[in-house]
C-alpha cells in the first residue's frame, strides 16, 4: 500500500465529512500580510488523519494571486502548473470551459476580474476557507466567529452563500447526488476498477503513468506534496426550466407523462440514485448507492444509459474505445477527479419528492428563488483532469460519435434558433433512436477559481 502521509493532507482532500451536512465558503483577500501570516501560524486546520476529526472542521486553500501576495518566490510560483497560474478566467480559458455570451465572467458575481476587461482571474480573490458543521447554528456560529477574527487579522471577507446537504443526498433537480467517487489508493481500498493512483489527487505520488505529477519546490523541499489543486464553480440551477423543458419533451417523445423516465435518461441514474444500467425499466430505491458497473457488458448500445448522459460521458468507465474494455477503463481513470460540491439555496420541496416538485412548478409558487451547486473538485492536473471533462466530453456535441448534443442536464446548448440547426439528445431506442430538441441551458455559472490547497507542513511554511 501507498505511504500517504494522511496527517500531511487537509481532510477535505480525501473524505467528504458526510457526517458534516452544513457548509460555508468564505472567500478572502489578505490585506495586511503579517498579520495574515500570524493567523495561518496558530490556527488548526483539519488533515487526513483520522486522529485528529474535530466538531467544526476548517480547510484553506489559495489562488496563484494570493501565494503571490504572501511572497511566495517566484521560483516556486512558476511551479505551479500554468492553468493554476492563469487562473480560471482568460479569453482562451473562457472558450475553452463554455463561459461565454450570457455565462462569460463578466456576468459573474465573483471571480473575475472588476476593473475593466473582466477577462482575467480577480486578482483580489486570495484564498478560500471551507467550513464543515454539524448543522446551520453551529456552522453560522463558526463562520461568524473566523470571519471577524479574520478581519481583524489583515483579510478581506466575502462569504458565499451556505451550501446545505439536502433529504436524500439529492442535488435541486431531484437526483441523488455524490455516489460515484474514485477510491485514492492508500487512503481507502475498493475495487481496482474504481481505484486511482494517489499522484492523480495529491502531489507528491505516482499517478496514473508512474510518475509524480510537477510539483513546485521551495529551496530544497517540494512544496506542492501532499497539496492538491481545488476547481469551485458556483452552478446556478434553474429547476423549474429543467423540469418544464423534460415535461414537455417526454410528453411528446412517450405518448404519456413520464417526465422521470426522460430526466434520468438525462442524468444516467434514477432520482433514488439507482443506475439505469442496473435498473432500466423503473427505479429502484435498493440500488441507490450502487456503482460497481461498467456499461460494455451490460450496455454496449445504450439502450439502457443513453451515451450522451451526464454521468454516462462525465466517466465512460469500461466503455469508449470500442471492444477494449481494460483500456477504456484506464483511460478513463486518467480523466476522474474527487468531487465534493454541496447544494445551496432552498430546494422547491424539502423532500426533493419530484411529484410535489412538479405540482409547484404547474402553478407557479417554485418560480424564483437562487439555488444551485458549489462544485468542488480536487486533482493533481486541472487541465487532464476537471478541464478535459468538461471541454472533451460535457461540452462536445459530438461525443462518442453523437450527431449533435452537449451533456443534456448540465451543457452549453446552441440557442434555438441559432441558424445552425437545435441541439439535441439523443435517447438510443430500438429499434429507432428517440431525438429530443431544442435544448436549453439549465446550469449557469456565476463565479469561480481555481485554487491549491496545499498540504499542512507547507501551510505552516506559508505562514512564516
Ligand atoms: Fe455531475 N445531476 O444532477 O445531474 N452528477 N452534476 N458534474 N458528475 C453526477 O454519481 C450534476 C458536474 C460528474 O463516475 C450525478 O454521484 C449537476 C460538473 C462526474 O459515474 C448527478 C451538476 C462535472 C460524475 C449529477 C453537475 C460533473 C457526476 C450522479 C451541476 C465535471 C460521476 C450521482 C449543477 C465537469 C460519474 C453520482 C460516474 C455524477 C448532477 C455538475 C461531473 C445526479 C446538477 C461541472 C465525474
Not at 466517466?315 to 454541496?342: C, F, M, T, Y
Request: charged share 25%.
Amino acid at each position: 500500500m501507498t505511504d500517504l502521509e494522511m496527517t500531511d493532507v487537509q481532510g477535505i482532500v480525501l473524505w467528504g465529512y458526510g457526517d458534516k451536512p452544513d457548509s460555508a465558503y468564505v472567500l478572502l483577500e489578505i490585506i495586511d500580510v503579517s498579520a495574515a501570516k500570524a493567523w495561518l501560524a496558530r490556527t488548526e486546520f483539519t488533515h487526513a488523519g483520522k486522529d485528529q476529526y474535530p466538531d467544526v472542521r476548517i480547510n484553506i486553500a489559495f489562488t496563484y494571486h494570493g501565494l503571490e501576495k504572501l511572497g511566495v518566490p517566484d521560483a516556486t510560483l512558476s511551479g505551479f502548473s500554468l492553468e493554476f497560474q492563469d487562473g480560471m478566467v482568460s479569453p482562451q480559458r473562457s472558450r475553452m470551459l463554455g463561459d461565454v455570451y450570457e455565462v462569460a465572467p463578466s456576468t459573474w458575481s465573483w471571480g473575475a476580474a472588476t476593473d475593466g476587461g473582466a477577462d482575467r482571474a480577480d486578482p483580489s480573490l486570495h484564498a478560500i476557507l471551507l467550513v464543515y458543521a454539524d448543522d446551520a447554528a453551529v456552522l453560522a456560529a463558526a463562520v461568524e466567529q473566523h470571519g471577524s477574527e479574520l478581519e481583524t487579522c489583515g483579510f478581506r471577507v466575502r462569504v458565499l452563500d451556505h451550501a446545505k446537504t439536502l433529504a436524500g443526498r439529492k442535488e435541486h433537480f431531484g437526483f441523488r447526488d455524490g455516489i460515484a467517487q474514485p477510491v485514492v489508493r492508500g487512503a481507502r481500498t475498493g475495487s481496482e476498477g474504481n481505484t486511482i493512483e494517489p499522484g492523480e489527487i495529491v502531489l507528491g505520488y505516482e499517478n496514473g503513468y508512474a510518475k509524480k505529477p510537477s510539483s513546485p519546490r521551495l529551496g530544497d523541499e517540494d512544496f506542492g506534496k501532499n497539496g492538491s489543486y481545488l476547481v469551485f464553480r458556483q452552478l446556478e440551477q434553474d429547476v423549474p426550466a429543467f423540469w418544464s423543458f423534460v415535461v414537455q419533451k417526454a410528453a411528446e417523445l412517450y405518448g404519456a407523462t413520464d417526465p422521470v423516465r426522460l430526466a434520468a435518461k438525462m442524468v444516467g441514474r434514477w432520482p433514488s440514485g439507482a443506475p439505469l444500467v442496473a435498473a432500466p425499466d423503473r427505479d429502484d430505491p435498493t440500488l441507490e448507492d450502487k456503482d460497481d458497473f461498467g456499461y460494455r457488458q451490460s450496455d454496449p448500445a445504450g439502450l439502457r444509459c443513453p451515451f450522451g448522459s451526464h454521468i454516462r460521458r462525465t466517466n465512460p468507465r469500461d466503455w469508449l474505445l470500442g471492444e477494449d474494455a481494460g483500456a477504456s477503463q484506464n483511460l478513463s481513470k486518467l480523466h476522474r477527479i474527487v468531487r465534493r460540491g454541496r447544494p445551496y439555496g432552498a430546494a422547491i420541496d424539502p423532500e426533493l419528492d419530484i411529484s410535489k416538485m412538479l405540482d409547484a412548478i404547474a402553478d407557479g409558487s417554485a418560480n424564483g428563488g437562487r439555488r444551485g451547486l458549489h462544485f468542488l473538485c480536487f486533482q493533481a492536473n486541472i487541465s487532464r483532469q476537471f478541464e478535459f471533462i468538461q471541454s472533451t466530453w460535457v461540452d462536445n456535441p459530438k461525443f462518442a460519435e453523437l450527431y449533435d448534443g452537449a451533456d443534456p442536464v448540465i451543457g452549453r446548448h446552441r440557442p434555438p434558433g441559432g441558424g445552425l440547426g437545435e441541439a439535441s439528445f439523443t435517447v438510443q431506442t430500438d429499434p429507432l433512436n428517440k431525438r429530443v430538441t431544442g435544448l436549453e441551458r439549465f446550469v449557469r455559472v456565476q463565479g469561480g477559481a481555481y485554487f491549491f490547497m496545499p498540504g499542512v507542513r507547507a501551510l505552516r511554511r506559508l505562514a512564516e
